[in-house]
Each structure stands twice: as structure tokens, then as C-alpha cells.
């Protein structure tokens, strides 16, 4: 059963199946976690979708000269954290982000000097995790809890993980938060579609691999009216790879040799 | 020989009773944490290890510190260690069994603790740090419980003994290496990255635990018909004496790379902890304290005249083991977390939740300190009497 349900999350990452399934498939965890009601489990939804989004390396580069203020970032937090049940800690200890924004000081601490460029002093820059190509975090996972998809993309199982936050120290962009208490209260308006989280796992921006599954494009992406381009990094005709020819990007510390997959236009 | 641990005066039962409360306190603080989470204590997004973590890691060293008697026992055939060895390796398992419970008070889903050996994943160093520690557990019950029992019938231990003798050797050595291995190895955490981490651990490990193994025979002397003797006591004083020098060079050497290379994700951390980074400096005071500390140990250790008077000697072991908890039971991990990975600084204290919990953990290493203690001194003095 166990096995079924990662066989199960990994294939969601490749093949289509509304996440609402997801609860169904995998019984009582997911059902119990997102509160819907348990349905007769059909297994036939394992068969792929045939609209699903798929890609050899998912990757993303984000035009920061289109995402200038606070606001103009804000509905693309709001449409990721909405939709992923991210609760809304009080405690800013206990925050949970999967995407946020930081000063270009934060995000490109090693590139930091007195004489920046003003408006990149003050852009905010968009954050989330990098899905890296050589992933710190999937190697230190005592678990396998997180664990690389074929298409790169990160992921986590929320069930498995047993909560050491090996994964937390081992990400050098702080792009994972850890559940220090019941998030369930903190959230605003649960999205039944999606399961909420218990407390003491780990959690992380998923590249919204349960969108790309049913063809649909990131919940930021979509937000961002064209601000961020997602695609295909090893498909030389993707749009992806137009944009990364056609200007010049930085990745956050190339220098780890982690393989970052989020390109900034700056 | 469990019995012997039941034949004991009324102080006995009053340190162990106390220990009892003591740990049920803790317990009761643990079942607090279960229900709510691990949002009771000082953690946060950003220094997501803290206590737990740092008590595991120095306690470690304190257990790996064992092998300093057996190794010139059955390696050097050095026979005064003989009459200790016992201590040394029921030390190691008193300080085990609070590393596998530190782990076990800092899991989020500590139900699902298993998971590390129903999906083994080889890439972990945790992985390998639940099968050495394990290991070196089990080794050092086996051969402390075997040899004591052969000692108490008056016959030599068997022989099948002898090669998990020589095993818990390098094991002692690959608790600690491999503990430092889970932070020397990860990217964006300049404090930890760096190849001098597992033998600076060692080296403050060979001086935490010898110097604890000392006042704890000093007390064994006083308190029981048990004399673990004089020659022993010094000769143990001579390792820390070497062992906390080399921690302190090791240490320096650390210092040299961070500040003269001066490269800022090496310079903050120690910055952060020594001077305080942002006008934030918790652990300040602490820092120079441990530093104060080691140096105080070293000058009363290395000077023969101060070493031998046991008094001294003792109060020398004290600042050794108090320095060396310190740095790695307070800096070194939350050190690793500040600044963050995206430079910020966000500091760490334990709360009054998360320090009941910790006792709680050292009560239970305690009592089973005591037990086992309780048992070797028993089967000496009878031996001796």
C-alpha cells in the first residue's frame, strides 16, 4: 500500500491525475489530510492524462524588468500559497513559504556590494525552490521522503517524511519550511483539491506538479501574465530556452554546482 | 550481575529517585511537545536544529571519548587501564543512549522513526550515523557486560571477544567522524565546510570524555571501597591534557582560513558568534566563556605540578568539559544556521519547554549511568574484598 501511494505521488509528477484523486488513491492519509470525503478508490485515473504537461527538465526563468513593486509580485504568492493550502503562521518563527520575495541582498547575498544598481537594491525578487539538477536536500534525506521525478522536479512525501529537517539544513536557499505546529488552523480557505500538511513534516514549492499533470502551467506562472516563462530546459525549441538565448540570466550560487533550475532576468 | 544494581544504600536510591522525577518531568514536557509540535521550543524556519541537536552532537563525542581507555588497554597492552576500561565503555553506553533520544525528542513524526531502515538510502550520512552509532552501542554493551562477567567468575573473557574489541576501536572513531560528516558536507553552510570538522570533533571528544571519566572515577574513589587509582587518573589527565590542546589548535586553524582568506560566508558565522553579527551577539559571552575555559584547562593540565594535584586536576577537568560543551553544545550548531543561507539573522535560544526536555534526557542517561556503574563497582569490590 505504501509502495502503491509513492509509485502513486511520483507518477503524479508525469502523468495526469487531478490532485482531488489523489486523496482517493491513496485512502484514509490524504483523505483524513485535505478533509475531503473518501470516495470508492478507481484506479483506473492512473491511465495517463492526455493533456498532461511533460518535459525532460522543468525549468523557469523570471523577467524581475516585468515584476518591479510588491504588488506586482503579490497575486503570484497568493495564487501558489492559495491553492497549496500554505497556512498563514502568526509566529514568524514558524513561517511556511513556498514562494516569497526577498532584497537582491538576501537572494544574491555573494553578489552584494555598496554600489548596486538602485533599482535592483530595491526590486523584489521573486524566491521559491530551485528544483536543482544535483538536489543537497534529496541527498541528505534520510528517508527518501524527497525525492527527484524524471522531469526534475523536487518532491516530497508528506507521509514519509519523519520530520529531522536534514533537507532544511542541507538547501542552501532556505527554501524549506518545516510544520512546527498543526498548520490546519492557519489556513484561511482550505482548497479541498490539494491535502494540507500535519505537523512535524517538511514542506517545498512542488512546481506545481499536480497543474502540469492535467496541462495546466505553474499557479505562478499562470499569476504572473507572462513575467515568468516555464518550460522545457532540455528542449531547445521550448520557449524556455528562447528567452534563456535571447537575454542574459543569473542563477542563485551557481558556484555550489547544485544545478539551479530558476534563471533570473536582471 | 543486574542484581547488583538493586543492593544499594538509601543515597543511592535517593540520587536514583531523583533522577526519576527528574526524567518524568522531562517526559512530561516531551508529551507536550508530541501534542503540540516542535513549535514549543526556540527553533525556527531559519535555525531549524538547535538543542536537541547540539546535545546529540557533544554527547557523541563524550561516548566516542571511551575508547581513549580501551585503546591503550588492548592495543598498548597498557595494564593499568585495565582496572577502568569498564567505566570507559559503560560511560560510551550511558552517553549513546541520550544520542539516540536527542534524535528521537527532535523528530517532527518521531512515529515514523523506522523509516530510516524500512527505505535505506546509502546517500544519507544519516543513514550511516543511526547504523555507527548503533553499532558502537551494541559493541560496547556486549564487551562491557562480557569482560565485567568474566572478571566477576575470575576467569579470561572468551575469545570471540577479541575481535569486537578490536572493531569498537575504529567504530568509536566512526561515531564521530560520521556525525561530523552530517555537517561538513552540505552546501551553503560555510561554518560547517570545512575537512578539519571531524577531527576537531574527535580531538574535543578525547578531551570531553576522558575529563568527564576522570571526575567520575575521583567521585568513585570517594564514594565507594572502589579505587580506580592514581596512575590511571593521571594518565587519562595526560590524554585531555593533549586532546583539548589539539581541539584548541584545530579550532585555530579554522579561524586562520576563515579570517585571512576573508571570505564572508566563512567570516560571518564565527563573526556571529565571537563579536555578534548585526548587532546580534547571544551567544557572545558564551563563546569567550568556553574559550576561557579550554585555556584555563590547558595551562593547569599541561603544567605537571598543577595536573598531579588532583584537586586541581579536577577543577581543570571541569573548565574542559564545561569549554568543550559549550562550543559544540551551544555554537556549534546554531553557529552553522547564523546567518542564514540568504544572510539573515535570526537567533536561537532554547525555551524553558525545550531545556526540561533536555534534562529529562540527561536524567535518563544518569540513571543508566548509575546502574551500570552501580554493577562494575559492585563486581570490583567484591573482586577486592
Known amino acids: 500500500m505504501k509502495r502503491n501511494r509513492r509509485e502513486f505521488l ?121 528544483h536543482c539538477k544535483n538536489p543537497p536536500c534529496v541527498k541528505a534525506c534520510p528517508t527518501q521522503a524527497t525525492f527527484q521525478t524524471k522531469e526534475g522536479i523536487v518532491m516530497m512525501d508528506f507521509h514519509r517524511c519523519i520530520g529531522c529537517r536534514f533537507c532544511m539544513a542541507a538547501c542552501p536557499y532556505g527554501s524549506r519550511s518545516f510544520n512546527f505546529k498543526d498548520p490546519r488552523p492557519f489556513i484561511k480557505e482550505t482548497n479541498k483539491e490539494f491535502p494540507t500538511r500535519m505537523k512535524g513534516v517538511v514542506e517545498k514549492c512542488n512546481f506545481c506538479a499536480e497543474r502540469l499533470a492535467v496541462g495546466k502551467q505553474p499557479a505562478c506562472v499562470e499569476a504572473s501574465e507572462g513575467a515568468i516563462v516555464f518550460g522545457d530546459l532540455d528542449d531547445s525549441q521550448s520557449e524556455v530556452r528562447k528567452v534563456l538565448n535571447d537575454n542574459y540570466t543569473i542563477r542563485r550560487k551557481p558556484a555550489l554546482g547544485t544545478g539551479a533550475s530558476i534563471y533570473y532576468i536582471v | ?39 514549543i521550543t526556540g527553533m525556527s524556519r531559519d535555525v531549524s536544529w538547535g538543542f536537541y541537536i547540539a546535545q546529540f552532537t557533544f554527547l557523541v563525542g ?106 569498537s576501536i575504529p567504530f568509536a572513531v566512526s561515531i564521530h567522524t560520521v556525525t561530523a560528516f552530517l555537517y561538513c558536507g552540505l552546501p551553503g553552510r560555510g561554518f560547517w565546510m570545512t575537512a578539519i570538522l571531524a577531527p576537531r570533533f574527535l580531538a574535543s571528544a578525547f578531551a570531553a570524555g576522558p575529563s568527564l571519566l576522570i571526575l567520575l572515577c575521583l567521585f568513585v574513589r570517594k564514594a565507594t571501597n572502589f579505587d580506580p587509582g592514581r596512575e590511571q587518573i593521571q594518565s587519562l589527565a595526560k590524554i585531555v591534557a593533549y586532546a583539548i ?42 563563546m569567550w566563556t568556553s574559550m576561557g575555559l579550554m585555556v584555563v584547562g590547558i595551562i593547569l593540565l599541561v603544567n605537571p605540578g598543577t595536573r598531579r594535584n588532583e584537586g586541581v586536576l579536577a577543577a581543570a577537568c571541569v573548565a574542559v568539559f564545561t569549554g568543550t560543551w559549550i562550543d559544540k553544545g551551544l555554537g556549534m550548531i546554531s553557529g552553522g544556521f547564523i546567518p542564514s543561507p540568504l544572510h539573515h539573522v535570526t537567533e536561537y535560544a532554547p525555551t524553558f519547554p525545550e531545556i526540561m526536555v533536555t534534562l529529562g534526557v540527561y536524567a535518563i542517561g544518569a540513571i543508566v549511568l548509575t546502574i551500570l556503574f552501580k554493577i562494575a563497582i559492585s563486581v570490583k569490590e567484591e573482586i577486592n574484598g
Open chain 2, 1 to 39: 550481575m543486574l542484581e547488583l544494581a538493586l543492593k544499594g544504600s538509601k543515597k543511592f536510591y535517593g540520587w536514583l529517585i531523583a533522577l526519576l522525577v527528574m526524567a518524568g518531568i522531562g517526559f512530561a514536557f516531551y508529551v507536550w511537545q508530541f501534542n503540540f509540535g516542535l513549535g
Open chain 2, 245 to 286: 590542546c589539539l581541539n584548541l589548535f584545530f579550532f585555530l586553524c579554522e579561524v586562520f582560513v576563515a579570517l585571512y582568506s576573508g571570505i564572508p560566508e566563512h567570516i560571518d558565522h564565527i563573526k556571529y558568534l565571537f563579536y555578534g553579527l548585526h548587532g546580534h551577539g547571544l551567544l557572545v559571552p558564551w
Open chain 1, 10 to 130: 511520483k507518477l503524479a509528477g508525469i502523468t495526469a491525475a487531478s490532485a482531488s484523486v489523489i486523496g482517493v488513491t491513496s485512502g484514509l492519509t490524504i483523505a483524513e489530510a485535505s478533509g475531503s470525503g473518501a470516495a470508492k478508490p478507481d484506479t483506473t485515473i492512473l491511465a495517463k492524462n492526455k493533456k498532461a504537461l511533460t518535459a525532460k527538465r522543468w525549468g523557469m526563468v523570471i523577467d524581475t524588468r516585468k515584476l518591479q513593486t510588491a504588488s506586482d509580485i503579490e497575486p503570484l504568492i497568493a495564487a501558489c500559497h492559495k491553492i497549496h493550502n500554505v497556512p498563514e503562521m502568526t509566529n514568524k518563527n514558524h513561517e511556511i513559504k513556498w514562494v516569497w520575495e526577498e532584497e537582491f541582498k538576501h537572494v544574491f547575498a555573494e553578489q552584494e556590494h555598496e554600489l548596486v544598481n538602485e533599482r535592483l537594491r530595491h526590486l523584489p525578487f521573486l524566491v521559491l525552490c530551485n
Open chain 2, 62 to 167: 563524550v561516548a566516542a571519548g571511551g575508547v581513549m581507555v580501551v585503546l591503550p588497554y588492548y592495543l598498548h597492552n597498557y595494564k593499568a587501564f585495565g582496572k577502568i576500561t569498564i567505566l570507559g565503555e559503560f560511560l560510551a553506553v550511558a552517553s549513546l543512549t541520550m544520542c539516540m533520544l536527542f534524535i528521537i525528542v527532535d523528530l517532527g513524526q518521531p512515529v515514523r522513526i523506522l523509516n530510516v531502515w524500512l527505505h535505506p538510502t546509502p546517500h544519507s550520512v544519516l543513514f550511516w550515523d543511526t547504523l555507527v552509532l548503533n553499532g558502537y552501542l551494541l559493541l560496547n554493551i556486549v564487551v562491557g557486560w562480557k569482560v565485567l562477567e568474566a572478571e566477576r567468575n575470575g576467569v579470561h573473557y572468551k575469545s570471540w571477544l577479541k575481535p569486537l574489541i578490536y572493531i
